[in-house]
C-alpha cells in the first residue's frame, strides 16, 4: 500500500469551473500535510498547507484535512488555464519524513 | 539571490565522470534535504541534513556523496553514475525536521549517457 495516494489524472475541467483534487494516507500518525504545484519541467511549489481538522482557505485554494477518513483535499475554484499544473500531496508521518504522492494532472479547459 | 537556488540547471555526464551539484537556500532554515524525481514516480527523499548533520540516508547507493558544510549549503558528489540514474535532482529546505514547509529549489536535470 502507497503511504500517499493520488489519482494520477488528468483531471480536466473547463475554465471559470471549480476543480477537487483527493490524496488519501496511510499513516494514521500523519499530522502535517502539503500540496504542491509542478509544471512540466519545473520544481514543486508549496501553495497550501494543512495541520488540523477542516478548512484552510487561501484565495482560490481551499485544503481540506479529515483526519479520521485519513484523506487531504484541494479545492480550485474559478480555475484557470494557469491552474493546470500536476499536483503533489504530501504527508508527514510518524517517522517526521514529507511523504509525497505521485501527484494528480491538472488540465483546464478553454 | 532568494528562496532556493541550484547549480547546474541540466547536466550530461558519462558513467565514468565525477561531477558535484550545488544548492544554496538563503531562507535562514536549519534543514536541508536531496530528493530524486523520476518519470512516473513520487519524489524519493535521498538525504536529510538538520544543523548540517546528516540525519537520514533513505538507502542511496554510494555513488551519491552528499556534503553539507553549513546550514545555508549542500552537496551532493556523483561517481560512476548510470543510465537509471538520469533524473531530476531537487534540493529542498525548511526551518527544522519534522512537519515543517519545504521550499524547492528549481532543480538539476541530470543526463547520465
Known amino acids: 500500500q502507497k503511504e500517499v495516494e493520488q489519482n494520477s489524472g488528468p483531471l480536466s475541467v473547463p475554465e471559470g469551473a471549480i476543480a477537487s483534487l483527493n490524496c488519501t494516507y496511510s499513516d494514521r500518525g500523519s499530522q502535517s500535510f502539503f500540496w504542491y504545484r509542478q509544471y512540466s519541467g519545473k520544481s514543486p511549489e508549496l501553495i497550501m498547507s494543512?495541520?488540523?481538522?477542516g478548512d484552510k482557505e487561501d484565495g482560490r485554494f481551499t485544503a481540506q484535512l479529515n483526519k479520521a477518513s485519513q484523506y487531504v483535499s484541494l479545492l480550485i475554484r474559478d480555475s484557470q488555464p494557469s491552474d493546470s499544473a500536476t499536483y503533489l500531496c504530501a504527508g508527514t508521518g510518524t517517522a517526521s519524513k514529507l511523504t509525497f504522492g505521485t501527484g494528480t494532472r491538472l488540465q483546464v479547459t478553454l | 539571490e532568494t528562496g532556493v537556488t541550484q547549480t547546474p540547471r541540466h547536466l550530461v555526464m558519462g558513467m565514468t565522470n565525477k561531477k558535484s551539484l550545488k544548492c544554496e537556500q538563503h531562507?535562514?532554515?536549519?534543514?536541508m534535504y536531496w530528493y530524486k524525481q523520476s518519470a512516473k514516480k513520487p519524489l524519493e527523499l535521498m538525504f536529510v541534513?538538520?544543523?548540517?548533520?546528516?540525519?537520514e540516508n533513505n538507502s542511496v547507493p554510494s555513488r551519491f556523496s552528499p556534503e553539507c558544510p553549513n546550514s545555508s549549503h549542500l552537496f551532493l558528489h556523483l561517481h560512476t553514475l548510470q543510465p537509471e540514474d538520469s533524473a531530476l535532482y531537487l534540493c529542498?529546505?525548511?526551518?527544522?525536521?519534522?512537519?515543517?514547509?519545504?521550499?524547492f529549489g528549481p532543480g538539476t536535470r541530470l543526463t547520465v549517457t
Open positions: 541534513y538538520n544543523f548540517k548533520e546528516q540525519t
Open positions: 494543512i495541520y488540523s481538522n
Open positions: 529542498a529546505s525548511s526551518s527544522q525536521v519534522g512537519g515543517y514547509e519545504q521550499y
Open positions: 531562507l535562514g532554515h536549519n534543514a
